[in-house]
């Protein structure tokens, strides 16, 4: 798939991650929607004024699927098709499972894992109907390996992987590819605030001794769009920590 002028949907793009990868298809000559929960800032908005693409902000909460079905409809309205989707918006809720509550659980998968398959879902009629299509779906290594205090976080990460293969199963046949990239640490606003004997613990676990970049997980996320013949596939961006 041809990057440029295609129409690009990536959820929990406000920061982090999310931002980054529309940052990423923004300079590859992409159409972008930004997404969170709260109205996109017009400061936001202004980062990508010189790519010379539309870029729309459009609020809305993933994890409710009246509200996925409207964002995607107002995308569509604006930009005519939704050929990309980048589910990225997740939340946490860390805690020991003896301390975690029902609310922490189901918080964590209702964003995380039921926000994926309402996005997917309405944009999934569209691009089987056009034939053409990508669904990127941004897991992380703790759904590979487990962590300790995370078993919410893990279980929906986990549960993302197994959707995605079989919703690729599904689509395949009609060209649609979904695939899923697993980020490792990755450096954020998240990891900079940790002191220097919390970063050395972590990157003690991880074999490259360094953090990633939100700029490395973005060129995997068009890697994945962008290549015809790929789907079903889980690429870990974690510098050998789940190896």
Do not use: C, W
């Not at 590859?28 to 010379?52: C, K, T």
């Not at 976080?153 to 197994?162: E, F, H, P, T, V």
């Not at 953090?211 to 510098?239: E, H, K, P, R, W």
């Amino acid at each position: 798939m041809e990057i440029k002028n295609k129409n690009v949907f990536v959820t929990g793009s406000t920061r982090g991650i999310g931002l980054g990868i529309a940052h990423k298809f923004a300079s590859l000559g992409a159409n972008v929607v930004l997404n969170g929960r709260n109205p996109v800032s017009e400061e936001i908005l202004e980062q990508f004024a010189d790519y010379g693409v539309t870029v729309i902000g459009i609020s809305g909460d993933v994890s409710d699927g009246a509200d996925a079905k409207r964002m995607v409809e107002e995308a569509r309205a604006v930009l005519g098709s939704i050929d990309i989707l980048i589910n990225n918006a997740g939340v946490t809720r860390d805690k020991m499972l003896l301390r975690m509550t029902e609310e922490d659980f189901e918080t964590v998968l209702k964003t995380n894992l039921t926000g994926a398959f309402n996005m997917t879902q309405a944009v999934l009629k569209p691009m089987t109907k056009a034939r053409e299509g990508a669904i990127v779906n941004i897991s992380s290594v703790v759904g590979l390996m487990g962590n300790a205090g995370q078993a919410n976080y893990a279980a929906s990460k986990a549960g993302l992987i197994g959707f995605s293969k079989s919703v690729a199963r599904e689509v395949a046949g009609r060209h649609v590819r979904v695939n899923v990239i697993a980020p490792g640490f990755i450096a954020s606003d998240m990891t900079d605030v940790l002191s220097d004997k919390v970063k050395e613990a972590m990157m003690g676990q991880i074999p490259m001794k360094m953090f990633g970049t939100a700029d490395q997980v973005a060129n995997a996320a068009v890697f994945m769009a962008s290549q015809d013949y790929l789907t079903g596939q889980v690429l870990a961006i974690d510098g050998g920590i789940s190896m």
